[in-house]
């Protein structure tokens, strides 16, 4: 079985989503942070590996990895672009049984990491399917609301969110 890593050029996505567009314009860590949430989601949802990159240029200093949401996020070094970074895990990362998907709109780098074996993933595409994912995710949550049970004393939602903790052992 293969194993799925995605690879994510961090402020390439947040250029082509209108809603990261947005809030980089605001500030920029927001963006950043949100796009770090919607890649655990994603994460979550399809079981892949999927390690965000950011160019340093933007935050200087020494090469940082760290982990938010079970998600791997690499800030890289300083005369570093995430591009280089991205065609480096590429050839660290490939093997027999993994497959590597690389997700960017920027058409030399797509070329290049196309040539080492990975597969392109362009930033409307990986929005596209977020969005399905979205739609799953609100659907699925919307089934188990359907399936609660009903209760003959009417109850806030409040409430019979703590009685289904207590129902389930949890404070």
């Known amino acids: ?98 497959q590597i998907h690389v997700a960017t709109s920027d058409r030399t780098e797509q070329w290049v990491i196309f040539a080492q074996g990975a597969l392109r993933k362009s930033a409307r595409e990986l929005k596209i399917e977020m969005d399905e994912i979205d739609k799953l995710i609100t659907d699925k949550v919307k089934d188990i609301q359907d399936q609660r049970p009903f209760s003959k004393i009417p109850l806030s939602d409040e409430v019979a969110e703590i009685f289904e903790k207590w129902r389930r052992g949890m404070k």
Request: hydrophobic residues 40%.
């Open 1 to 98: 079985m293969k194993k799925d890593i995605l690879l994510v050029d961090g402020y390439n996505v947040i250029g082509a989503w209108p809603e990261l567009r947005k809030l980089k314009r605001e500030r920029l860590a927001d963006a950043r942070d949100r796009l770090i949430e919607r890649m655990a989601e994603y994460q979550a949802h399809t079981g892949w590996r999927v390690i965000v990159l950011f160019d340093a240029h933007l935050v200087p200093g020494i090469e940082r990895k760290n982990s938010k949401h079970k998600l791997e996020i690499i800030f890289t070094r300083e005369n570093e672009t995430a591009d280089e970074r991205i065609e480096k895990l590429v050839a660290e990362l490939s093997g027999r049984r993994v």
